[in-house]
Structures are given as structure tokens and as C-alpha cells.
């Protein structure tokens, strides 16, 4: 039987898996695998907006009728130092990114996030996006939060 530093250790283990696959997701224009990360009741909260659950954060990230902007071809999001406390079913995780797109360097920021274990894995309960740079040149619309 394992002890409980070896159930901490294998949450924070999928718990970094999940915040790679809500990158990988994101990056690849993939919006409901990224919204699948989020628990039903789940918060996505990013400059300018905030949305609930799977189908919301979705409709949220592309509105009726919106695409991706069409000079963005390359979209790399690389999360750093994931600072996770796991609390029995419930876990936080702070973690920096920067995000690479067509003109390099495009924003970077933090990752503010609350999780909750279910039956089908850990998920977001919570997410609150921080935009602390962004590049004159970025590809995306204005984020800075500071």
C-alpha cells in the first residue's frame, strides 16, 4: 500500500499532465479538449472575460461565428515552475507561462488555479489568467492585467 507522500507525488503528477493538456489543447485551437479540463462547474477566468463550465468557457474562447485570428499559424504556450499543494481532493497550482507565436515573444503572465479530483481525474474548479507582459506586436487582442 502506498503512503500518503506517494499519493501526494502521483497527483501532483496528473495535475501537471492536466495543465499540458489544457496548453496543448489551446495551442492547437482544440477548444473543447481545452474545456474538457474544466469541471462542470468550473471557472475560466482570463482579462476581459470569465465564463462557467465546459460549454461556456467554449463559446466564451469563440464566440457564434469568431476564428482564430488567421496570422496566428504558431501558438506555443510553455508553463514554468508549478508551485501545486495538494489538499486530499482539492489542489491549488500557480504556474508562470509565456506564450511564442509568429512574432515570437507574444504575452506571458500567470496561471492562478484551483482543481478538484473526480471520478474522471483532476480538473479545473478554477483558472484565473494573469497577463503581466505583452508584446506591441502580439497576435492576440490587448490582455495586460497590471
Request: aromatic residues 8%; proline residues 5%; hydrophobic residues 40%.
Amino acid at each position: 500500500m502506498a503512503d500518503a507522500s506517494e499519493h501526494i507525488a502521483a497527483d501532483r503528477d496528473a495535475i501537471r499532465h492536466l495543465l499540458a493538456l489544457y496548453t496543448y489543447a489551446g495551442d492547437r485551437g482544440r477548444v473543447a479538449e481545452l474545456a474538457a479540463c474544466f469541471a462542470p462547474d468550473g471557472v475560466l477566468e482570463y482579462p476581459g472575460s470569465m465564463a462557467t463550465g465546459p460549454d461556456a468557457i467554449m463559446a466564451a474562447l469563440y464566440p457564434s461565428g469568431a476564428t482564430r485570428n488567421p496570422a496566428l499559424t504558431f501558438v506555443r504556450h510553455h508553463i514554468t515552475n508549478p508551485l501545486i499543494e495538494v489538499l486530499g481532493s482539492n489542489a491549488t497550482a500557480r504556474s508562470y507561462f509565456t506564450v511564442h507565436t509568429d512574432v515570437g515573444p507574444d504575452h506571458s503572465g500567470t496561471y492562478s488555479d484551483q482543481l478538484r479530483k473526480s471520478d474522471d481525474g483532476w480538473r479545473f474548479a478554477r483558472r484565473i489568467v494573469r497577463v503581466d507582459w505583452q508584446s506591441p506586436h502580439s497576435l492576440f487582442r490587448k490582455m495586460v492585467t497590471r
